[in-house]
């Protein structure tokens, strides 16, 4: 710690940081721009000038930057002196010199930036009256508005988009006195991080444009804090209502997870809950008239129930307590998971690994502070986005620590510096997938095999660092990248080791355990991460539930029996035969969902369930971390309910019993805990339904929010009663306490004078740092230190190529694979064709070339589709998009053959 002395009062700040951070966090209101606590300091803006003095003697002192001003101990500085303050104002008056007066109709207006920073330094009047400078804007997809008028010539987007995401198709450019930020031609930005520009951005230059669509001002948005249903990862997020529509989704800081960053898959890819294919009325099929309300409802449910063997089907999308749910009315030997053998399988592996408390799982905030990284098998950039992005922040933070040690005199946070000094420098990335993949371009070793070959490879390395372990032969260059990735995982302080399920290959699993293993056994900090394939695909899997298959194969075995499938298309998870004979062996079918999908269509009862806008629910990321999500709004339509109120109301009605009394989702996971021991501490995830502040709930509304009466206008002229939610700590008003709650419960980010995102600054212990009393979910997998690892020890063949035969596997998009969000306009629109990749060698050798149709047998079944030649596929692979609208769920990790070209 150092002592320093602002307007000459002293202060304890940690050293490494600059001053403007000092201040901040030391709740000092000091206007900035250009630095941001995840891109560093550039000194760019030039507004948040101080005066500096050399010592307690020195009366004049200089004016700094205080972005660049680097903390050391007696250090004196004025915020308040009135050259500083001048300069400030100045500068500011500068900026807005161009700046169009539009803020009424600027998508930012009200919770921006620019207007905070101006309303700080107290520029009110402007004495420009000239022509100002126009540029032309440009377009850059369905994500993102581009307005350039509005520029201040801050950097950030670039610093962002280039140096942090790494995309290399936004730039700056600049002639004379004119600078632009933008694309060397209108086109759609490829970065899948591009929705993070309309947050990083201070003023309105980059805008969602998403919101834009159906534009409501960000105070009168009712949010809450939620988690992203899109992929494992489990980004926390804020979703924004208005007229019971989710308008916008926003990033919810966690240094534990995903920090300040989103993908564009969790940003845009909220629209299904508006979709006009939501279900919304109970259905009884076959009846005159098919919508009932709740009481017809049960009570044909009474009679169904009775007399029936009642399976329930489960689901990795579904939350923890609706799963729960399920298998508290059919029983625990009767529940099974909605997923493949293979996935389910693989997925039963990493929990096993997991729960052994060899090694420690690896959450975001531990890939980005890793100093070595294998990732064996797994195209994280497609399946687990936010997470690619961390191992990019490693390879960048790794050669910024390096380049250091050699210039001491340089701190961390100096981004201009640092890069300098780095060129192209990279930390340690080896990624060792199928194909080639964006991360390809940072990585120190590539290595592109079939899955079987990936996994000698993991063994080889494991024997690299433990010489105990059996001997795995490979060829001369495979085993020159076995030496290096060892030697560096070796050197390493806190290796990270990621793997996954995408290559439906269960030795892939084995391998990276056994090297993250070998490495703690080295005496380093190794962690492992193991992706997953849906949002609570790793709740589902430590519910032990039996296989899907096993369902299908006792439904053809057993008569009376009626299938309840719990927020799951069948037919994206398991082959369309296998589904079909399902849906024709069981006698009755129950389906709990929130869409129309081709599983629903084999429903007697559908029942409208709630998405994650409109009720509230508990999942479990990757790493194990269970986390709570909170209902944003009710919905107008009454019947639709959270699929775990529908089925204690179910297990009532099979009891032909009244349901006792309120249930809450803590109840749920109390029940949770005592049938599954395994899920112990998660009913503690979040704060209860009955938590309280000084005797108040939390308010979803911001204090600013307006039209309650008048929206509603057009029905009634007086204020509706606000509705009543009794399963969380918030209301629906704007009543409520106006503090700072639990983080888990932070549904916006506002303080006096901070309207926009920026406002996070003052909820962090330090900028950039956690959350004060951040409670950042319940990691439900123990770490034990001194637990005896247990080594794999089945090593799997050499892949060998077949004549005529490929093997099959699934190539996954950021946009368009995932199934909720492929619902959304700008996803669907920017979601590639179907197509079949083959290696450069594969399609000579069949006589086709790049875009001509072929026809590849699976099966029985034949599908027609274009080739794509990918000249880094291995020779007898076959790849074909996964979750596509229109593509069938396929017998990944199958031979399949081609029957024409």
């Not at 687990?384 to 250091?404: C, E, G, I, Y």
């Not at 019993?657 to 109840?667: L, M």
């Not at 149709?853 to 099966?859: D, E, G, H, K």
Request: glycine fraction near 6%; aromatic fraction near 8%.
């Amino acid at each position: 710690m150092s002592t320093i002395f602002i307007d000459n009062k002293s202060y304890e700040v940690k050293q490494g940081k600059n001053l403007l951070e000092a201040c901040l966090g030391l709740g000092i209101d000091l206007p900035y721009f250009c630095w941001h606590p995840a891109l560093g300091s550039v000194g760019a803006c030039r507004q948040c000038a101080v005066k500096v003095y050399k010592d307690e003697n020195d009366t004049h002192g200089k004016l700094m930057m205080s972005c660049m001003e680097n903390i050391k101990d007696g250090l004196r500085v004025s915020v308040a002196d009135k050259t500083a303050k001048a300069f400030r104002s100045q500068v500011i008056e500068w900026l807005m010199t161009n700046h169009p007066h539009d803020c009424p109709v600027c998508d930012e207006g009200g919770s921006c930036h620019l207007q905070d920073m101006t309303v700080m330094t107290g520029h009110d009047y402007r004495r420009y009256h000239f022509k100002k400078r126009t540029y032309t804007n440009q377009y850059l997809g369905p994500f993102i508005h581009h307005e350039m008028n509005r520029c201040i010539q801050c950097y950030r987007c670039v610093r962002y988009y280039h140096d942090y995401a790494g995309g290399n198709d936004l730039n700056v450019f600049a002639a004379h006195n004119h600078v632009y930020f933008g694309r060397e031609q209108d086109g759609v930005l490829q970065s899948p991080f591009s929705g993070n520009l309309a947050e990083v951005c201070p003023t309105g230059v980059f805008t969602d444009k998403t919101l834009r669509e159906h534009y409501t001002r960000k105070w009168d948005l009712t949010t809450a804090p939620s988690v992203c249903q899109h992929c494992s990862v489990g980004c926390n997020t804020i979703a924004g209502e208005r007229y019971e529509q989710v308008r916008c989704i926003t990033n919810r800081f966690n240094s534990q997870v995903n920090g300040y960053f989103l993908c564009d898959r969790g940003r845009f890819g909220y629209e299904f809950v508006n979709s006009e294919n939501r279900i919304t009325q109970p259905l009884i099929r076959g009846q005159a008239v098919e919508a009932v309300d709740e009481v017809t409802l049960m009570g044909h449910m009474r009679k169904l129930l009775a007399g029936h063997t009642l399976i329930g089907i489960g689901s990795p999308r579904a939350s923890v307590e609706s799963n729960t749910a399920l298998m508290q009315l059919v029983g625990k030997e009767n529940f099974y998971q909605g997923i493949s053998d293979n996935v389910g399988f693989i997925q039963r592996r990493i929990v096993e690994v997991l729960q052994t408390g060899a090694v420690q799982s690896a959450s975001l905030h531990d890939i980005e502070q890793a100093d070595a990284i294998l990732v064996l098998g797994e195209d994280i950039w497609n399946t687990a986005p936010v997470m690619a992005l961390a191992v990019r922040q490693s390879v960048l933070k790794t050669a910024a620590h390096h380049a250091m040690e050699h210039n001491q005199s340089i701190p961390i946070w100096h981004d201009a510096a640092i890069h300098e000094i780095v060129q192209e420098e990279k930390g340690f990335l080896a990624n060792c997938t199928i194909t080639a993949s964006p991360l390809d371009e940072i990585s120190t070793c590539i290595q592109h095999n079939a899955p079987d070959d990936l996994a000698r490879l993991g063994f080889a390395i494991a024997h690299q660092l433990n010489g105990s372990l059996s001997r795995v032969l490979v060829d001369e260059d495979t085993l020159a990248n076995v030496i290096d990735i060892a030697v560096f995982l070796q050197q390493a302080k806190r290796p990270v080791i990621i793997s996954g399920t995408s290559c439906y290959n269960e030795t892939l699993i084995r391998a990276a355990f056994d090297i993250a293993i070998a490495c703690k056994t080295a005496g380093n900090e190794a962690r492992i991460a193991y992706v997953m394939p849906e949002c609570n695909s790793m709740g589902l899997a430590m519910m032990q539930a039996f296989s899907f298959e096993s369902a299908v194969l006792r439904t053809t075995r057993e008569s009376n029996i009626t299938a309840v499938v719990l927020e799951n298309d069948l037919y994206r998870n398991v082959p369309t035969l296998v589904a079909d004979l399902f849906f024709h062996s069981v006698q009755h079918c129950i389906v709990l969902d929130s869409l129309n999908t081709l599983t629903t269509q084999h429903a007697d009862i559908l029942m409208p369930a709630a998405t994650f806008a409109e009720g509230d629910g508990t999942l479990v990321n990757y790493e194990g971390r269970a986390q709570r999500f909170f209902q944003v709004f009710m919905p107008g339509h009454t019947a639709i309910q959270e699929s775990w109120k529908w089925l204690l109301k179910m297990r009532a009605a099979q009891a032909d019993v009244a349901i006792g009394g309120a249930c809450h989702p803590e109840d749920v996971l109390a029940q949770t805990e005592q049938l599954m021991p395994q899920f112990a501490g998660i009913a503690d995830a979040a704060p209860h339904h009955d938590f309280r502040i000084n005797g108040q709930a939390l308010p979803r509304e911001p204090h600013r929010y307006s039209g309650r009466t008048a929206m509603l206008s057009n029905l009634a002229v007086s204020e509706p009663k606000p509705k009543q939610d009794d399963d969380s700590p918030f209301t629906f008003t704007m009543e409520g306490y106006s503090g700072m709650p639990p983080s888990p419960l932070i549904p916006f980010f506002w303080r006096p004078g901070w309207n926009s995102i920026q406002a996070v600054n003052k909820y962090q212990q330090e900028p950039g740092g956690s959350l004060k009393n951040e409670q950042a979910g319940k990691l439900l997998f123990a770490y034990y230190k001194d637990a005896v690892p247990v080594y794999f020890k089945d090593i799997p063949e050499a892949y060998v190529v077949r004549n005529d035969r490929w093997l099959l596997f699934p190539q996954y998009h950021v946009l368009g694979s995932e199934e909720m969000s492929a619902c959304s306009k700008g996803i669907r629109e920017l979601s590639p064709e179907p197509y079949v990749a083959l290696s450069a060698a594969d399609a000579a050798g069949i006589g086709v070339t790049n875009g001509q149709t072929i026809a590849v047998r699976v099966f029985e079944q034949a599908y027609e589709l274009p080739v794509k030649i990918d000249r880094a596929l291995p020779n007898g692979l076959m790849l074909m998009p996964a979750g596509l609208p229109g593509m069938p769920v396929m017998n990944w990790n199958s031979y399949v053959s081609i029957l024409k070209g």
